[in-house]
């Protein structure tokens, strides 16, 4: 049985990367932050490694699936409202890390 890919990235000593081509053509290369869950979909936050869009934080959020064969794939949000749903998913996820390294998972009941 194939692993889940959260917990794949959680057991990765190195960093996973991913190199997005831009609308422009550009190329960049992303670190992976997490793939999460908002609405009945998974997601994927990507993170810039160099050039401007580095020096910024910006972070990328994609859907994210895979294949049969495991292969991930990720495709744009098109749509606002779904955007909306994402964003504050995933400002909740890096919430509830920053409370848990500032107390110590030990700590929380």
């Keep these: ?18 190199t997005l081509t831009l609308d422009d053509g550009k190329e960049l290369e992303c670190v992976v932050l997490t793939i999460f869950d908002a609405g009945e979909r998974e997601y994927i936050a990507l993170l810039p490694i160099e050039g401007e869009e580095a020096d910024e934080g ?6 994210y699936s895979e294949d ?4 991930p794939n990720l495709d744009n949000i098109e749509d606002d409202d779904e955007y909306e749903v994402v964003a504050a998913a995933f400002d909740e996820l890096l919430e509830d890390e920053e409370f ?3 107390v110590g998972e030990d700590e929380v009941e």
Excluded: S
Aim: aromatic share 6%.
């Design 58 to 63: 910006e972070v990328y959020l994609y859907r």
């Design 68 to 71: 049969k064969e495991g292969n």
């Design 1 to 18: 049985m194939a692993q889940d890919p959260k917990e794949e990235l959680e057991q990765q000593d190195e960093e996973m990367t991913v």
């Design 100 to 102: 848990d390294e500032e």
